[in-house]
């Protein structure tokens, strides 16, 4: 087979030239034209094509001019087709049609609109550099090789300068659009790509670009998916889609992150393995509602929204492997409620500039910080999750949780007892008694603070003096300050002169009614009868001196108050019925536990 190289040529040579072209396309011979020749030297008829095809004969032409529209329905195509670097000036309408070999469009620029609906081609797909001008239609289509709509040799992408549609395509190899950019509407809903499928940079300058809305409805991709680098001008509609391999939607090798400049929409979405976001930006709000994650996903570094505009949803998503959103920042609210995650759930270094909502989500481990004890159980972190707002975790369970405790309980809003008690329990079975106590006692300052005195006045005393005199039962040293300052009182009180009478002495059967004489005791007997006025059993220690009725000056030189020892006797034994017996129950842990 020989090849026709055709030179420049004068108008007169224009009717030899058609024929001598003409001739070599129906002979099956490859057409090769100079790229720099003027139009009029390149062109071809649409009819030429079409005659050699219903021969059964190749087509393959490079840098050709080729005239009029082209269509073909209900049409087998036997032979193989190149048009390599072509131009076509009428539209293209191929629908129902059956091609057994490979077509070749590697740089061919299509003006007008191109449709190749319901089209079955049982080799391979090629437009490789290829640009089109107008609306570029593939709905239906069927590649049984591979798809490739990459850069040409030179690095150039594929330009979709109008709306482009992939709706319902099956493509059984591979699918390449590393590189493309998409100026319209891009719509692959519902296409089903057995082999992998690429949006990266791959031998382009950069990965692919969509400057409208990407729409992958429905979309199956049972290989692994790459968006590396991929720029999203517009919205980006990932609803019910699937993919069984990994799904890669991380910065490409410069460095440049996936960019959702619109709203991203990933709702009951399927990611059967890994899937990786890794420095991903998201302008706008990230919807994963009911997202499910077979493999480990990982948004590490990622940011969502910008301000109250962008809100990161993850509502009842499933992470069956882990979850990672290690240094993200989260801009806007965050919704993780209803989410699970079979493993853990890392949050380290992460920020929450906008309220956080955890309601009713379960992770086997939560991790808002770095252990700071790798090998035994600790609940302190280094590098914390910051959350500038509240966090709502009413509902949230876990077996394991690391955090900075002091900012996290200062943040939680609304108040429900649940995540306290929660906190609480892992963190005694954990053996973080004191932290456990920690989340305890606020628990119990943010329950008072709903409590009204003007409303509820009773139950505002009782537990501002279960507060003030037993610190809720947690470590309860000021009943120790309390009654060590009334029994030192009470030492002062009974060592004035006249403070204290002795008891007289009776004898079996009779009743001593002799005048008693007041006395004055040393410290250390005063003592005893403030321990016996104080105690609400009574012992032996200090019954010998029963306080006096009358007053005595307390006090130094001028400066002096008058007490009555009688009075403040009851005063201690009132004390001592209510201090004691609360600090005993604060001791074996009872009190406390009758509160909870």
Request: charged share 25%; net charge negative; hydrophobic share 40%.
């Given at each position: 087979?020989?090849?026709?190289?055709?030179?420049?040529?004068?108008?007169?040579?224009?009717?030899?030239?058609?024929?001598?072209?003409?001739?070599?396309?129906?002979?099956?011979?490859?057409?090769?034209?100079?790229?720099?020749?003027?139009?009029?030297?390149?062109?071809?008829?649409?009819?030429?094509?079409?005659?050699?095809?219903?021969?059964?004969?190749?087509?393959?032409?490079?840098?050709?001019?080729?005239?009029?529209?082209?269509?073909?329905?209900?049409?087998?195509?036997?032979?193989?087709?190149?048009?390599?670097?072509?131009?076509?000036?009428?539209?293209?309408?191929?629908?129902?049609?059956?091609?057994?070999?490979?077509?070749?469009?590697?740089?061919?620029?299509?003006?007008?609109?191109?449709?190749?609906?319901?089209?079955?081609?049982?080799?391979?797909?090629?437009?490789?550099?290829?640009?089109?001008?107008?609306?570029?239609?593939?709905?239906?289509?069927?590649?049984?090789?591979?798809?490739?709509?990459?850069?040409?040799?030179?690095?150039?992408?594929?330009?979709?300068?109008?709306?482009?549609?992939?709706?319902?395509?099956?493509?059984?190899?591979?699918?390449?659009?590393?590189?493309?950019?998409?100026?319209?509407?891009?719509?692959?809903?519902?296409?089903?790509?057995?082999?992998?499928?690429?949006?990266?940079?791959?031998?382009?300058?950069?990965?692919?670009v969509f400057s409208g809305d990407a729409e992958f409805y429905g979309a199956e991709i049972h290989g692994d998916l790459d968006f590396s680098g991929s720029l999203f001008e517009a919205d980006a509609n990932f609803d019910n889609f699937r993919v069984s391999g990994q799904a890669?939607?991380?910065?490409?090798?410069?460095?440049?992150?996936?960019?959702?400049?619109?709203?991203?929409?990933?709702?009951?979405?399927?990611?059967?393995?890994?899937?990786?976001?890794?420095?991903?930006?998201?302008?706008?709000?990230?919807?994963?509602?009911?997202?499910?994650?077979?493999?480990?996903?990982?948004?590490?570094?990622?940011?969502?929204?910008?301000?109250?505009?962008?809100?990161?949803?993850?509502?009842?998503?499933?992470?069956?492997?882990?979850?990672?959103?290690?240094?993200?920042?989260?801009?806007?609210?965050?919704?993780?409620?209803?989410?699970?995650?079979?493993?853990?759930?890392r949050f380290e270094d992460a920020r929450f500039l906008g309220r956080a909502t955890f309601v009713e989500a379960k992770f086997e481990v939560a991790y808002f910080g770095v252990p700071a004890d790798s090998k035994n159980y600790s609940i302190d972190v280094s590098k914390p999750?910051?959350?500038?707002?509240?966090?709502?975790?009413?509902?949230?369970?876990?077996?394991?949780?690391?955090?900075?405790?002091?900012?996290?309980?200062?943040?939680?809003?609304?108040?429900?007892?649940?995540?306290?008690?929660?906190?609480?329990?892992?963190?005694?079975?954990?053996?973080?008694?004191?932290?456990?106590?920690?989340?305890?006692?606020?628990?119990?300052?943010?329950?008072?603070?709903?409590?009204?005195?003007?409303?509820?006045?009773?139950?505002?005393?009782?537990?501002?003096?279960?507060?003030?005199?037993?610190?809720?039962?947690?470590?309860?040293?000021?009943?120790?300050?309390?009654?060590?300052?009334?029994?030192?009182?009470?030492?002062?009180?009974?060592?004035?002169?006249?403070?204290?009478?002795?008891?007289?002495?009776?004898?079996?059967?009779?009743?001593?009614?002799?005048?008693?004489?007041?006395?004055?005791?040393?410290?250390?007997?005063?003592?005893?009868?403030?321990?016996?006025?104080?105690?609400?059993?009574?012992?032996?220690?200090?019954?010998?001196?029963?306080?006096?009725?009358?007053?005595?000056?307390?006090?130094?030189?001028?400066?002096?108050?008058?007490?009555?020892?009688?009075?403040?006797?009851?005063?201690?034994?009132?004390?001592?019925?209510?201090?004691?017996?609360?600090?005993?129950?604060?001791?074996?842990?009872?009190?406390?536990?009758?509160?909870?």
């Amino acid at each position: 087979m020989t090849w026709l190289v055709l030179p420049m040529i004068s108008k007169g040579q224009m009717d030899d030239r058609e024929a001598r072209i003409k001739h070599e396309i129906l002979a099956g011979d490859p057409v090769v034209f100079d790229p720099l020749e003027a139009k009029g030297a390149r062109t071809i008829a649409v009819s030429w094509l079409v005659e050699a095809l219903g021969k059964g004969l190749q087509v393959k032409v490079t840098n050709g001019i080729i005239i009029g529209p082209l269509r073909l329905t209900d049409t087998v195509i036997q032979s193989k087709i190149s048009l390599v670097g072509c131009r076509f000036d009428g539209p293209i309408e191929i629908n129902r049609s059956l091609f057994k070999q490979t077509l070749d469009f590697a740089g061919t620029v299509f003006r007008q609109e191109v449709d190749f609906s319901n089209t079955h081609i049982q080799g391979n797909l090629y437009f490789q550099g290829a640009e089109f001008d107008e609306e570029a239609v593939f709905d239906r289509l069927q590649v049984d090789g591979d798809l490739s709509f990459g850069p040409d040799d030179q690095g150039n992408p594929v330009e979709f300068n109008s709306d482009t549609s992939f709706l319902g395509s099956r493509i059984r190899g591979y699918a390449y659009f590393d590189g493309a950019e998409f100026h319209g509407d891009a719509t692959f809903n519902g296409i089903m790509i057995d082999g992998r499928a690429s949006f990266a940079a791959g031998s382009a300058r950069r990965a692919a670009v969509f400057s409208g809305d990407a729409e992958f409805y429905g979309a199956e991709i049972h290989g692994d998916l790459d968006f590396s680098g991929s720029l999203f001008e517009a919205d980006a509609n990932f609803d019910n889609f699937r993919v069984s391999g990994q799904a890669l939607f991380r910065a490409d090798d410069q460095g440049r992150p996936v960019v959702f400049a619109g709203d991203a929409h990933f709702p009951f979405a399927l990611f059967g393995s890994n899937a990786w976001f890794l420095d991903a930006k998201f302008r706008k709000s990230a919807d994963f509602m009911e997202a499910e994650f077979g493999g480990r996903v990982s948004f590490t570094n990622a940011v969502f929204g910008d301000g109250n505009d962008g809100e990161a949803g993850f509502f009842g998503a499933r992470f069956r492997r882990g979850a990672t959103f290690q240094a993200a920042s989260f801009g806007g609210p965050a919704e993780f409620s209803q989410s699970t995650s079979d493993l853990d759930a890392r949050f380290e270094d992460a920020r929450f500039l906008g309220r956080a909502t955890f309601v009713e989500a379960k992770f086997e481990v939560a991790y808002f910080g770095v252990p700071a004890d790798s090998k035994n159980y600790s609940i302190d972190v280094s590098k914390p999750t910051m959350f500038q707002q509240t966090i709502d975790l009413r509902g949230f369970t876990y077996n394991r949780i690391y955090l900075d405790l002091d900012n996290v309980l200062r943040k939680i809003a609304p108040y429900d007892r649940q995540p306290f008690s929660q906190l609480e329990k892992v963190l005694i079975d954990g053996g973080q008694d004191e932290q456990a106590d920690k989340v305890y006692i606020e628990r119990r300052l943010a329950e008072r603070a709903r409590i009204s005195i003007w409303q509820d006045p009773g139950h505002w005393l009782a537990d501002w003096v279960y507060k003030c005199g037993a610190n809720y039962g947690v470590r309860p040293y000021r009943l120790v300050f309390f009654s060590f300052l009334l029994l030192a009182l009470g030492m002062l009180v009974f060592t004035q002169a006249g403070a204290v009478e002795s008891k007289p002495e009776e004898s079996e059967g009779t009743k001593n009614d002799a005048p008693r004489k007041p006395i004055q005791i040393n410290w250390p007997e005063a003592i005893e009868v403030s321990l016996h006025s104080f105690l609400p059993v009574d012992l032996p220690i200090g019954s010998r001196w029963i306080p006096a009725v009358g007053p005595v000056k307390v006090g130094y030189r001028q400066w002096y108050f008058l007490i009555h020892p009688h009075r403040y006797a009851s005063l201690l034994r009132l004390s001592g019925w209510v201090l004691v017996p609360i600090g005993i129950a604060a001791l074996t842990g009872l009190l406390r536990h009758i509160a909870s």
